[in-house]
C-alpha cells in the first residue's frame, strides 16, 4: 500500500527567507505523479507543483521547486523569497493509474506554514 | 461566486445506519470530488464526478458511493455505517478536473463532519 508522510505539521519562517518542506512516500511502484498543493485559509487547494516519477530533472515553478528523490522517496518542496501569501496547509500527494483505470491519490497529513512579515 | 457549499455541516448517526451528503459546486464548474479527512489518516481521496459520470474513484468500500445530478450537484452516500467512518467529509469543485493530470484549482467546501457512535 502506498503512503505519503509529512514529519512537519507547522513551520514558520520570516518573509524572504527559504523555507524546505519535507515529504516521504512508501511505494512498490515505479510510474505515478507527485503533488503539492497549497491550501490557505480561503480553502482553494491549489496546485503549486507536479512530478512525474519517470522525469528525472525536478519540477520547478517560478519559486517553487522540488527535490525528487526517487530512491530515497523523498519528494521535498522549496520555496524561495517566501512571501506572507505564501502562508497556508501545504499537502504533498501520490498519484497512481490503477489497472481498472482509475488512479489512486493519496494525500500527506499536510504542513502549516505561516511566513511572519 | 457564491463557493461550494456542502449540506449538512454536523451530522451524528449510530453503527449501521446509512447517510447522505451533499454537494453544490461552485457554478459552471463540472468535477465534483470527495474527500475523507481523518487526523490519523489524512486527506483521502474517495472518487470524483464529471457530467454526472464517476470518472475515477479512491480505494474505498463500495459501502461508499455517489453520483452528480445534471447541474452538478453532487451526493455522496455511505451505507452500514462503522466507526471508522467519523470523519470530516470534503466536497471539491473544479472547472474540469483533470484527474492526476489536474492543474485546475480546487475549491473545497467546509465539509460535513460526521460522527458515528
Known amino acids: 500500500a502506498q503512503t505519503v508522510t ?3 505539521p507547522e513551520m514558520s519562517v520570516q518573509e ?3 523555507v524546505t518542506l519535507s515529504c516521504t512516500y512508501d511505494t512498490s511502484e515505479n510510474n505515478y505523479y507527485l503533488f503539492w498543493y497549497k491550501q490557505p485559509p480561503s480553502r482553494q487547494m491549489i496546485l503549486v507543483i507536479r512530478q512525474e516519477a519517470y522525469k528525472q530533472q525536478n519540477a ?3 519559486r517553487f521547486s522540488v527535490n525528487f528523490q526517487k530512491a530515497a522517496k523523498s519528494f521535498s518542496l522549496k520555496i524561495s523569497d517566501s512571501q506572507l501569501g505564501d502562508t497556508a496547509m501545504y499537502f504533498c500527494a501520490f498519484g497512481l493509474h490503477r489497472m481498472d483505470s482509475n488512479y489512486q491519490l493519496i494525500w500527506g ?5 505561516i511566513i511572519k512579515p | 461566486k457564491a463557493g461550494v457549499t456542502q449540506t449538512p455541516r454536523y451530522l451524528i448517526k449510530t453503527r449501521g445506519q446509512q447517510v447522505t451528503l451533499s454537494c453544490s459546486p461552485i457554478s459552471g464548474h463540472r468535477s465534483v470530488s470527495w474527500y475523507q479527512q481523518t487526523p490519523g489518516q489524512g486527506l483521502q481521496f474517495l472518487f470524483e464526478y464529471f457530467s454526472e ?3 475515477n474513484k479512491g480505494n474505498f468500500p463500495g459501502r461508499f458511493s455517489g453520483r452528480q445530478f445534471s447541474n452538478s450537484r453532487s451526493e455522496m452516500n455511505v451505507s452500514t455505517l462503522e466507526l471508522g467512518d ?5 466536497c471539491a469543485s473544479s472547472p474540469e478536473g483533470r484527474g492526476l493530470a489536474n492543474t485546475d ?5 467546509p465539509g460535513t463532519r460526521l460522527t458515528v457512535l
Not at chain 1, 497529513?109 to 506554514?113: C, F, M, P, R
Open chain 1, 6 to 8: 509529512q514529519s512537519q
Open chain 1, 16 to 18: 524572504a527567507e527559504t
Open chain 1, 60 to 62: 520547478t515553478e517560478n
Open chain 1, 109 to 113: 497529513a499536510g504542513t502549516k506554514l
Open chain 2, 53 to 55: 459520470t464517476q470518472r
Open chain 2, 86 to 90: 467519523s470523519a470530516l467529509y470534503l
Open chain 2, 105 to 109: 484549482t480546487q475549491y473545497f467546501g
